[in-house]
């Protein structure tokens, strides 16, 4: 079945470092992928995403690039800041299969950024 | 707008308890997931409806496990004479199509302890 393997935490990070966060997946198909973000106290929130091979998803600086020959889609930022600490999830989702193409997760990833 | 709602957002049962969570999506969303997420883990996938369809559950892990959306627009989790291991965060999230690569919109989950 699909599954997600990413990094374990916690990861500190001192403020302005570069950030990665490496995630890799097994999957039958061609599958979607995302990064979601849970800041402390909220729920699950889209960071970015992509749908195909070598798709770059970006957003708030962060970006991923879908590598279908690694089957990864690593997390970068090139300048954290403490307001980015959080638990980041990696997920895939199935291309269209009749089932409703569910997210499939990670274990998350803690990151603290300290000044 | 207003995003994905979920009540209670705590729950504490007794075991052998029977339990109901409900999921508010966002107006004119017309799929709808449940995940379970343990402490420390990923959710996980239970189910999903498109309208008032459910047209996965292979998520739920026993037949304790009911959910329901008869009118294609709020959905409940019923959790039937729970035990300790149902403890867990239960989150709803909603989708505007039935796409693979629209974004789920999560809502802030219900916490459920079962002593």
């Known amino acids: 079945g699909d599954s997600v393997t990413q990094m374990e935490g916690p990861v500190t990070l001192s403020e302005e470092a570069f950030l990665t966060i490496n995630c890799t997946y097994t999957?039958?198909?061609?599958?979607?992928l995302f990064w979601y973000v849970q800041y402390p106290g909220e729920g699950l929130q889209l960071l970015l995403k992509?749908?195909?091979?070598?798709d770059k998803g970006s957003n708030k600086g962060f970006e991923a690039t879908y590598r279908k020959e690694t089957t990864s889609f690593h997390l970068e930022k090139g300048s954290v800041q403490v307001s980015d600490s959080a638990v980041y999830f990696c997920?895939?989702?199935?291309?269209?299969?009749?089932?409703?193409?569910?997210?499939?997760f990670g274990t998350g990833t803690q990151l603290k950024v300290e000044l | 707008g207003a995003g994905v709602s979920q009540s209670p957002r705590y729950k504490v049962a007794k075991r052998g308890q029977d339990v109901a969570l409900r999921c508010d999506p966002i107006?004119?969303?017309?799929?709808l997931f449940w995940y379970q997420q343990a402490l420390g883990q990923g959710p996980e996938f239970l189910t999903y409806?498109?309208?008032?369809?459910?047209?996965?559950k292979s998520g739920l892990p026993s037949d304790r496990f009911f959910a329901e959306r008869p009118e294609g627009s709020v959905s409940t989790l019923k959790i039937q004479r729970t035990q300790q291991e149902d403890s867990a965060v239960y989150l709803c999230?909603?989708?505007?199509?039935?796409?693979?690569?629209?974004?789920?919109?999560f809502g802030p989950g219900t916490r459920l302890t079962v002593l």
């Open positions: 992509a749908t195909k091979a070598d």
């Open positions: 999230a909603s989708r505007r199509t039935g796409i693979s690569t629209d974004t789920q919109y």
């Open positions: 999957a039958t198909g061609y599958p979607s």
């Open positions: 107006s004119g969303h017309v799929s």
């Open positions: 997920a895939l989702s199935e291309g269209d299969t009749g089932g409703g193409n569910k997210l499939t």
């Open positions: 409806f498109q309208n008032e369809a459910q047209l996965d």
